[in-house]
């Protein structure tokens, strides 16, 4: 595997159900990131890890629970969602300087395509 | 609360033409990135632009930086079938861990 994958790629649901995304990166970043992204909107930044500690939370909803276990590995739980919740989340990495300065580009997953029923 | 603007949001053009795709930013920032979706897929980075002045080329597509104006843009030079994608300007908002602010996208056919 190589660059930032994410499973499941295709994702249906019941608003009573929980499930997981996952996200792996294999380009030895630091930082990990989460993104909705729908048809009515621009790409909506939800979390950001950088080090492994969540340095980010776009004042997104409970339902949504973000674990990153080691730098390499992201997940997103997911409980009790909406139907407006219905999304491409997508996945991204990137390499933060140690010094604080400037990242680096960040590196897309394919993406996971939510549907909430 | 930095907002980034791009227009136009749909460019239908023929093959051979030429047109510019513009982004505006409403605060300052010294990094702009240019990304590429292709439907179903994820984005790819095309290019970064880090200072005042900068251009970049790949191609048949050229972005240039104006931090002072807070304007970039994304040429294309003589289209062609394989550009159809949307394309994405997203700036920095801050050094360390980076958060990006995307713009709406910019969905480009070409048309043969």
């Known amino acids: 595997e190589t660059g930032v994958t994410q499973t499941p790629r295709h994702l249906v649901m019941g608003m009573t159900n929980k499930k997981s995304l996952k996200c792996e990166q294999h380009?030895?970043?630091?930082?990990m990131y989460w993104y909705k992204q729908s048809a009515k909107k621009p790409l909506e930044l939800m979390f950001v890890?950088?080090?492994?500690?969540?340095?980010e939370n776009n004042s997104v909803p409970s339902r949504f629970s973000p674990e990153c276990p080691n730098s390499s590995h992201l997940f997103l739980h997911l409980h009790t969602l909406q139907p407006e919740d219905s999304a491409l989340y997508l996945c991204?990495?990137?390499?933060?300087?140690?010094?604080?300065?400037?990242?680096?580009?960040?590196?897309f997953g394919p993406g996971t395509r939510l549907t909430v029923l | 609360e930095l907002k980034v603007e791009q227009n136009p949001l749909f460019l239908s053009m023929q093959e051979g033409k030429n047109y510019t795709i513009y982004c505006n930013y409403s605060?300052?920032?010294?990094?702009l990135y240019w990304y590429r979706q292709d439907p179903g897929k994820s984005l790819e980075s095309l290019f970064v632009?880090?200072?005042?002045?900068a251009v970049k080329q790949e191609g048949r597509l050229m972005a240039s930086l104006d931090t002072k104006a807070r304007l970039s843009t994304l040429h294309i030079t003589a289209a062609v079938h394989d550009l159809s994608a949307t394309y994405f300007c997203?700036?920095?908002?801050?050094?360390?861990?980076?958060?990006?602010?995307f713009g709406k996208g910019t969905k480009l056919t070409v048309n043969p």
């Open positions: 991204a990495s990137s390499q933060d300087p140690p010094s604080g300065g400037w990242a680096d580009t960040q590196y």
């Open positions: 380009l030895g970043h630091n930082a």
């Open positions: 890890y950088n080090f492994k500690e969540q340095t």
């Open positions: 605060t300052t920032s010294d990094r």
């Open positions: 632009l880090l200072s005042n002045g």
């Open positions: 997203a700036v920095s908002t801050q050094g360390g861990s980076e958060k990006l602010v």
